[in-house]
């Protein structure tokens, strides 16, 4: 099995780690016994309530806001090359 897996065991670790794979097993198939009907699926274990705020439109720069930056230039905006 481990050469199958690609893992390198020497003969010490080869029984240490049958073991622990045995009981990753043993606690999946307990974990499949447990009855879970009615039970709403959870997206983290502490619940949570994000503070959410109005979305409100806000009046921005615009282009005439950036008519004296250095960046603009023929009615675009120009921004410096990240990928190459």
């Known amino acids: ?3 199958l897996a690609r893992l390198h065991l020497h003969d ?3 029984q240490s780690t049958q073991k622990t794979l045995n ?4 606690y999946v198939e307990a974990l499949q016994k447990v009855n879970i009907d009615g039970i709403e699926p959870m997206t983290h274990a502490v619940p949570m309530e994000l503070p959410l705020r109005e979305d409100i439109e806000k009046p921005g720069v615009g282009r ?3 008519l004296g930056s250095s960046g603009y230039e023929d009615g675009l905006i120009r921004v410096p090359k990240i990928i190459e």
């Open 1 to 3: 099995m481990s050469r």
């Open 12 to 14: 010490d670790e080869i």
């Open 23 to 26: 009981e990753i097993v043993e």
């Open 64 to 66: 005439e806001g950036l």
